[in-house]
């Protein structure tokens, strides 16, 4: 089963307006964190946002706000005022276990956002 | 502060030939990780050091990859034997301990293997 899951392949928006790229979970751990990151097309991985499991209040960076639900088990990013340069390749990932125990991050596919003027 | 840089950014090989990839992670950031994205897909973990320790390996780390931190600060990735399968771009991350939430990654190393 996946563990991250991304549903949008690719998602349009008007340049000022707002958008929400949707990221379900799955994991059996109770102490989790959650993280947004960004692909441009040169390929660097820019880190986003983060959200831990135990965090009451929803993460916001900016622009970017992470939409937490844990009974859902969701955590939809949603950037604000979308501006051309956020055209790029959104990741969410996860990393199980307290404190970072557990090193690595776990990947979604990713969705593709276009930024239209 | 220099971000975490990755040598070479292309390689081309023929299948069967021995690669070998540099990160040199941020300074004192004693986390380096591996990852590995190939074409429409996100990252998929390889393996994770902490200082010289390599504390995890994922099972797409065959036999045929071996990763080495062997002070502490670079990291190189070696693929032996390589295969068409193995063409992707490898992309190599590191963390302070300070904040291990923020993996900072490197601008990657595109493998074609022909």
């Known amino acids: 089963a996946q563990k991250i899951t991304q549903t949008q392949p690719g998602m349009f928006v008007q340049e000022k307006e707002a958008v929400t790229l949707d990221c379900t979970y799955d994991?059996?751990?109770?102490?989790?964190?959650l993280f947004w990151y960004k692909q441009p097309s040169s390929g660097e991985m820019i880190f986003l946002i983060y959200?831990?499991?135990?965090?009451?209040q929803n993460a916001t960076e900016g622009r970017y706000s992470l939409n937490f639900q844990k009974a859902r088990k969701s955590a939809n990013l949603v950037i604000s005022a979308s501006q051309l340069g956020d055209s790029a390749m959104y990741f969410c990932?996860?990393?199980?276990?307290?404190?970072?125990?557990?090193?690595?991050?776990?990947f979604g596919k990713g969705t593709k956002l276009s930024v239209k003027p | 502060d220099t971000g975490v840089s990755q040598d070479p950014r292309h390689k081309i090989t023929k299948r069967g030939q021995n690669v070998t990839f540099r990160c040199d992670p941020i300074?004192?950031?004693?986390?380096l990780y591996w990852y590995r994205q190939t074409l429409g897909q996100g990252p998929e973990f390889l393996t994770y050091?902490?200082?010289?320790?390599?504390?995890?390996k994922s099972r797409l780390l065959s036999d045929r990859f071996s990763a080495e931190r062997p002070k502490g600060s670079f990291s190189t990735l070696e693929i032996q034997r390589t295969e068409q399968g193995d063409s992707a771009m490898y992309l190599c991350?590191?963390?302070?301990?300070?904040?291990?939430?923020?993996?900072?990654f490197g601008p990657g190393t595109r493998l074609t293997v022909l």
């Open positions: 991350a590191s963390s302070s301990p300070r904040s291990y939430n923020e993996q900072f």
């Open positions: 994991t059996s751990d109770q102490s989790y964190g």
């Open positions: 959200q831990g499991s135990y965090d009451e």
């Open positions: 990932a996860m990393r199980e276990g307290f404190g970072g125990s557990q090193g690595n991050l776990i």
């Open positions: 300074s004192e950031h004693n986390r």
């Open positions: 050091f902490q200082n010289e320790a390599q504390l995890e």
